[in-house]
């Protein structure tokens, strides 16, 4: 079965690249923010939908402006990308999968998206349209076939990385008769149903010290000075640690739970409305709930699993994986229970959850399936 994947590389431009990445980008995010600004006061002051048929034609008129004949300096397949991005964007929120588009900023990450017209791939080497020489990539392992698209992008800490899009043959991992619920924490990063236990490695404690240290030499400096910029730039390359290191735990954490199980359950959770809490929102954004069930998501797909959510309102804590009773009430502060309706003593809350979500997913796929 063909599928496409993307395999993300870091390079390193040079000055003449760097430069023309630059202003790309720079035009990618004005394209962007005028086209978003013309469909919301369409729909707003006229009551009128922009397709993308309509956004192109503004583009093209927007390019004929003396003001803004510097679009003309980059590559046009970026900036048509931008208007299919946003149209995507727009799909999404239409189908209430998404928030309104937002419009973009020069101070978060920046890329841009080259169609197979707009680069050449030639021995294992990417050359952008405008560009002279090839991109100096550090591959982490050779492309399988040749890319569709590719898009280059800059972070907050000023890294460079280009994501290649390939068709390849996915196969099917063989199948086994081991199932796994999720149950998902904070003290823990989650405990499965067959009572194992993933602790919390609290990634953003230990840079605290030194993000601590760099936020308050930030906080001293001129506002649109170069000494702010600099400072700004050790922050977010604090920041951009913490996250790596908090990808490449999950990446390792998620690959070893497909491959052990064909049928993986985990809770369907609402987390950007859980960060709302103040008290637990910064432990519920360090540990990655939701990157983690993406990865379990996309992961069990491409290996032939089968990968389910419950319901958030399912009462897995409260409901005996024995006999199906289920408490009035649980407080967060009791961890185990006894089942008044079975007998069963010693219920661990977490356990106890995870073989509720294995069950109940599995219900789900039999449902499913009949």
Partial sequence: MKAERAYQSRFYPTPEQAALLARTFGCV??????????????????????????????????????????LAEVSSVPLQQCLRHQQSAFKHFFAKRAR????????????????????????????????????????????????????????????????????????????????????????DLFVTSDGHRVNNPHHTARYAR?????????????KGSNNRAKVRLKVARCHAKIADTRRDHLHKLTRQIVNENQVIAAESLQVKNMVN???LSNAISDVGWGELVRQLDYKAAWAGRQFVQIDRWYPSSKRCHSCGFVLESLPLNVRTWDCPDCGTQGIDRDVNAARNILQAGTALLAGADG
Avoid at 52 to 63: C, E, P, R, V
Avoid at 148 to 171: H, M, N
Avoid at 215 to 220: A, D, G, I, K
């Fill in 29 to 70: 995010r004005f394209v962007w923010n005028a086209v978003l600004r013309y469909r919301t006061d369409a729909f707003y002051q006229r009551q009128e939908k922009i397709g993308y048929n309509d956004a192109s034609a503004f583009l093209t008129q927007l390019k004929k402006q003396p003001d803004t004949a510097f």
């Fill in 100 to 187: 309104y588009p937002s419009f973009k900023s020069k101070k978060h990450r920046q890329s841009a998206t080259f169609a197979s017209s707009a680069f050449s791939y030639r021995d294992g080497q990417i050359t952008l349209a405008k560009c002279r020489e090839p991109l100096n990539i550090r591959w982490s392992r050779d492309l399988p076939a040749a890319p569709s698209t590719v898009t280059v992008s800059k972070d907050a800490a000023g890294r460079y990385f280009i994501s290649c899009l390939c068709k390849v043959d996915t196969e099917a991992l063989p199948i086994t008769f081991k199932m796994v619920g999720i149950d998902l924490g904070i003290k």
């Fill in 277 to 279: 809490n103040r008290h």
């Fill in 210 to 222: 030194k993000l601590a240290k760099a936020q308050r030499r930030l906080s001293h400096k001129q």
